[in-house]
């Protein structure tokens, strides 16, 4: 993930915390937090469903919890980031498109198995880890959507849209209702290291503010020793919030606030 410039460019941004908490190749994962470690509270799931109010009762007159949550695919945690649509962005028309397996598993696959790439994800290897990886969270509850990103109609990056207040990183800093996380990798070296780090992470923190009415903030924690990874968050508008210990690297906590997009 580390170009050279890091004021124009992140690379392939770290930004993976507890998500995978994937930091380097002496790792023990067996104790990682994850994500899709978290269950949420029955009556949580029920109020994200919409159907605490209008469960109908069962044959007794009682509403059982299973009528008030309704199937976990009726939730919608992330405000359905496949309607997002295309945006314009100074370095070209920008599409966030939810992952699908089949046809975007080669492509990711290749990325993560690129070295700069693989020094913070951790997902080098067999294609058949990058697809454990994408099908836990599409088979997941919602709170993390995997993406891929296109630039011009070019498949060029891969996001994770994540709710950052359901997920362990929550523990570790002063978490905000509807808080939105980014995780990010810019998956050819050619595109690294001319800026187009920092001008796709502000078109999509400006997509999840566009799209997400309830959330007052986007997140994202790239590892400290990564100096291009925060330049590149910094020029897109987020503000160095603190540093983080996380359980596996310390992590720069980095936020853009709906109430300052226009101001940076």
Known sequence: MPPTDASADAGPVPVHPVHPARSGPAEDTRDREDTLDLRLPADLLALFAGKVNSAAPSHD??????DQ????DTLDLLDQPANWGPTETPVGTFHLVPAHVE????IISRWMNDPAVAAFWQLAGPQAQTEDHLRAQLAGDGRSVPCLGSLDGTPMSYWEIYRADLDPLA????ARPHDTGIHVLIGNAADR????GSALLRATADLVLDHRPACARVVAEPDLRNTPSVAAFLGAGFRYATELDLPAKRAVLMIRDRSLRHLM
Do not use: A, F, I, K
């Not at 949550?69 to 976990?72: A, E, Q």
């Not at 523990?171 to 002063?174: A, F, I, L, N, T």
């Not at 290291?193 to 187009?196: A, K, M, N, P, Y």
């Open 61 to 66: 007159g009682q509403t059982s919890s299973q």
């Open 69 to 72: 949550l309704g199937p976990l």
């Open 103 to 106: 046809r975007d598993l080669p």
């Open 171 to 174: 523990r570790h800093y002063p």
């Open 193 to 196: 290291g001319r800026g187009l």
